[in-house]
Nanobody
């Protein structure tokens, strides 16, 4: 199992920016594909962005051009840079990976976009 700990959430005004971080335990981080999901109140959890161990990325259509996922294998950390945030993107943001077919989730970090 891999332990994931998110940080960096908070309150931001519309059109503002935040950078989320997800620190992973263990020595296998560099071979893991990582992803960010979010879940808004009353809605299903949805994929926001993913990054492979080789650095290839994919994004939900709604965040393309505004969000950037990246990783630092030396720090066992994956990041989500979020720009031009919208109120409807208020949600709990979760870090995710899969290890030996087991889903690993962090505890989530709250992002609130409001004036």
């Amino acid at each position: 199992q891999v332990q994931l700990v998110e940080s960096g959430g908070g309150l931001v005004q519309p059109r503002g920016s935040l950078r989320l971080s997800c620190a992973a335990s263990g020595s296998i981080f560099s071979i893991l594909a990582m992803a960010w999901y979010r879940q808004a109140p009353g809605k299903q959890r949805e994929l926001v962005a993913g990054i492979t161990r080789g650095g290839s990325t994919n994004y939900a259509d709604s965040v393309k051009g505004r969000f950037t996922i990246s990783r630092d294998n030396a720090k066992n950390t994956v990041y989500l840079q979020m720009n031009s945030l919208k109120p409807e993107e208020t949600a709990v943001y979760y870090c995710h990976t899969t290890v030996a077919l087991f889903d690993c989730w962090g505890q989530g970090t709250q992002v609130t976009v409001s004036s």
